[in-house]
Structure formats: C-alpha cells, structure tokens
C-alpha cells in the first residue's frame, strides 16, 4: 500500500491551494483519511479528517478556510486550502487507514511522502 501526495507550491497569502492523496496497492477498504502538517520547529498536528461516510473535522486554526473531501472510488483525498496564511505553511502529510485484504480484518494507518506548501508574499 501507497500513499501518493500531489500539489503544493508556494502560494501569497489570502490565495488558494489544492492538494490530493491517493491511497494505491492492496486495498480492501479505507476508513478515515486526514490531512496533518509540520511547520518548522514544530510538532506535526492534525488539520482534517475525514470518515469514509464524509464527516470531517476540523483544527480551530482552519474552520471556514479549509474543506477536506474524498473520492471513495478512487481512493483519493483532497484538502482545498482557502484565504492561506503565511501560519499556514508547513510540509502536509495524507494519511489513511487501510485494510489490505479481506482476510485480515485490521487497519493500518499509512503515511504519504508529505508535500510543502509555502505562503509568502
């Protein structure tokens, strides 16, 4: 199983970002996937998460700027970033909790590469 972030860049403060992760491999079903990042110097947090039914949470620090949604069918999640903030920059990791095969009836929780997005004027 793979994770395969996509997006970032660096972007001035007040634009926009997309960023996308798809889940790749042995893959039987997916339960919750989210979207963390670690600024420099800082401990990575949480930013959303998202179930396979579509109910998300939210960090404070992003409420009304950032929507997380997925693709079941592809195995996708994405994170549109609105009204970025210079606070806002940091390397964003997808992750996603995956059952291989049918046999197994565990999840595992799997890491994308992460993808730096800069906000800077």
């Known amino acids: 199983v793979q994770l395969q972030a996509f997006g970032g860049g660096l972007v001035q403060p007040g634009g926009f970002l997309s960023v996308s992760c798809a889940a790749s491999?042995?893959?039987?079903?997916?339960?919750?996937m989210s979207w963390h990042r670690q600024a420099p110097g800082k401990q990575r947090e949480l930013v959303a998460r998202i179930t396979s039914g579509g109910s998300t949470n939210y960090a404070d620090s992003v409420k009304g700027r950032f929507t997380i949604s997925r693709d079941n069918a592809k195995n996708v999640v994405y994170l549109q970033m609105n009204r970025l903030k210079p606070e806002d920059t940091a390397v964003y990791y997808c992750?996603?909790?995956?059952?291989?095969?049918?046999?197994?009836?565990?999840?595992?929780?799997?890491w994308g590469q992460g993808t730096l997005v800069t906000v800077s004027s």
């Open positions: 992750n996603a909790e995956i059952r291989p095969d049918y046999y197994s009836p565990r999840y595992y929780a799997y």
């Open positions: 491999g042995s893959i039987f079903g997916i339960n919750d």
